[in-house]
C-alpha cells in the first residue's frame, strides 16, 4: 500500500509526463474561461505591434470584431494586450489576418483588454471549431441561469460530457471529468482533505465509458476518465488501454511513466508500482534512458 501512496502524491504534483521539465501548463478549460470572462468575441486579426511602456511590456493586438458572444462590446474592433510575462499563451500563433475568438477582461484604470486567463485565453479555430465552441457557450450560457444549484450542477456534468465527445472541445471536458479536478472534488477545511463533489448517473458514466472506447489515441487525462467511472476492472476498456499502450514508441518507453502510474493505480497492482519505483530512483546519467527503457517494457510485457 505504501508503494501505491507515493503512486498517488506523484501523479497530483505530476500531471504531465514524468520526466519533463519547463513543460507549458495545460490550456484552462472552455468552462472556466466563460465563467472568468467579462467579454467572449470573435474577430479578424487586423494587425499585431510589440509595445514597451513603463508598466508593460508585450504585444498590441488589434481585432475587428464579428460577433460578441459575452458582455456587451459597442466598437468594431477593441485592441487587446498580451503581456511578455505569458509565454503561453500561444502568442506565437496569433498572426495577421487570424480567425480568433478571445476571452477577456477590462481594465478601466489603465483602458485596455487584458486576458481572462493566465494563458491560452485565445483560441485559433477553424469554421468548424468555431461554431461548435459558440454552441458550447450559448448552452453554458443557459445552464448558469438556473438557480437551483443542483440542477445546475447536472447540467453543467452533462455539458462537460458533451464536450469531452466532441474532438474541438474534447481537452474542456476531459480536464474537468476526471477524479482530482477543482470540479469533480472540492477541499473541506473542517475535514483537511478532499471531499467528491460530483456523483455520475449510469446515463452518465456509460457515455463516459463510450468516450473511452471510442478513443484510439489516449492522452494523460483520458486515462483518467477510467478512474472517473471506476472501469479498471472493466474488461473492455482494460483491454482497449493495454492495446494502446503497446502502441507506443519502445525507444522511449520510459517517457510514459505517467501513463503507467495510471495504470498501476488503477489496478492496485502492487509489482507494477514497485517497477516505477525503480525508474524514479535511478540516477540521472548517460545509461538512464537505457535502463528506464527496460524496467518500462518490463512493465509493458506484465500487463
Known amino acids: 500500500m505504501k508503494t501505491i501512496l507515493i503512486a498517488i502524491a506523484f501523479l497530483i504534483t505530476v500531471p504531465s509526463q514524468v520526466f519533463a521539465t519547463n513543460c507549458p501548463p495545460p490550456p484552462t478549460p472552455l468552462r472556466q474561461l466563460i465563467e ?3 467579454f467572449i468575441v470573435t474577430g479578424t486579426v487586423n494587425s499585431i505591434e510589440d509595445v514597451e511602456l513603463s508598466y508593460y511590456v508585450g504585444k498590441k493586438v488589434d481585432l475587428q470584431i464579428s460577433q460578441v458572444l459575452q458582455g456587451q462590446v459597442v466598437e468594431t474592433s477593441i485592441s487587446f494586450f498580451l503581456e511578455a510575462y505569458l509565454p503561453f499563451d500561444s502568442h506565437e500563433d496569433i498572426t495577421v489576418g487570424a480567425a480568433l ?3 477577456m477582461v477590462y481594465s478601466e484604470e489603465d483602458n485596455i483588454y487584458t486576458p481572462a486567463g493566465y494563458h491560452t485565453s485565445f483560441k485559433l479555430l477553424d469554421n468548424e471549431g468555431m461554431t461548435v465552441h459558440k454552441e458550447r457557450i450559448k448552452e453554458l450560457q443557459v445552464i448558469n441561469m438556473f ?3 443542483k440542477r445546475r450542477e447536472v447540467l453543467t456534468t452533462n455539458w462537460l460530457i458533451d464536450c469531452a465527445e466532441n474532438p474541438h472541445t474534447r481537452f474542456d471536458g476531459v480536464s474537468e471529468l476526471y477524479p482530482y479536478s477543482n470540479y469533480m472534488r472540492y477541499y473541506d477545511a473542517e475535514l483537511e482533505e478532499y471531499v467528491q463533489r460530483i456523483t455520475f448517473t449510469d446515463i452518465q458514466k456509460n457515455r463516459i465509458r463510450n468516450i473511452i472506447l471510442a478513443t ?3 492522452q494523460f487525462f ?3 476518465l477510467v478512474d472517473t467511472i471506476g472501469a479498471w476492472n472493466d474488461k473492455e476498456v482494460y ?3 493495454v492495446a494502446f499502450i503497446r502502441t507506443l514508441d519502445s525507444d522511449h518507453l520510459w517517457s510514459y511513466s505517467s501513463f503507467f502510474y495510471r495504470i498501476a493505480y488503477g489496478t492496485q497492482r502492487e509489482e507494477l508500482t514497485e517497477l516505477l519505483e525503480k525508474i524514479q530512483n535511478l540516477d540521472y546519467d548517460d545509461t538512464f534512458e537505457d535502463r528506464a527503457n527496460e524496467i ?3 512493465f509493458v510485457k506484465m500487463l
Open 147 to 149: 438557480k437551483d444549484e
Open 216 to 218: 484510439e489515441e489516449y
Open 296 to 298: 518500462a517494457a518490463e
Open 101 to 103: 475568438m478571445a476571452f
Open 36 to 38: 472568468q470572462a467579462e
Open 239 to 241: 483491454d482497449q488501454v
Open 222 to 224: 483520458d486515462l483518467m
